[in-house]
């Protein structure tokens, strides 16, 4: 079995008992075997096009989540990218939930192009296991898209429509490993639209205390909102 079906396998797997579907549901809707179903899991069998599609629609999923990302995304010619995106096909966001009082962590999958400067992008948000990090809390759905000053993410949760959220991330053409960004939308605990400082970065960060305090507002940015009357992040 090859390490691309396998992990597809996982993939289906984990979507499937998350929605509390059994094996004998799924193959009934897809108008397969229970064993069929259950080699798919495994990654004994590569299935077809026909039937990847059908079964992230039976999920509910879009069918780039049980896809597998390997080539980083290149450039076209006369397209915007920002130094931080560049032949990046993954990052990860951070930001400090006062109501728990801990880091919020996330993956951010970049995907297919999808126009000019914009491309398809799913966010795990708040995940226990890196290595397993589709199974989170939230999943959002939506694009990032380039423009010369910043880059924009748009994203809705998957299950629940209403969660809109959006990031504006300052573009910057010196290359760095971590940049700023401003996240804004809708808390559900309570419910109230939110806006909060949200740290991306290209590689895993260490969350200890440095990172921990580094996401906390601070006396800067509350003197910075106090001067303008609005939360920013630069």
Known sequence: MSEISTEVGKRIRYFRMSRNMTIEELAAAVYKSKATISKYEKGDIVMDIETLYEIANRLHVHVDQLLVSQTPHRVVEHEVNPSFFRDVNRFYAYYYDGRVRKINRSVCDILSRMDVNQYKLIMYMNYENLDRYQHCENIYVGYIKHFDALS??????????MEHGSVQILASFLDSEVKWGLWNG???????????KMLFSKKPLKEDKVLNEKL???????RTMKMY?????T
């Open 216 to 222: 906390k507002i601070s006396k800067d940015d509350i």
């Open 152 to 161: 924009i993410i748009e994203v809705v949760h998957q299950t629940n429509p």
């Open 229 to 233: 009357n609005f939360f920013s992040v």
């Open 186 to 196: 809708i808390s559900s605990r309570p419910l109230m639209p939110v806006a909060l």
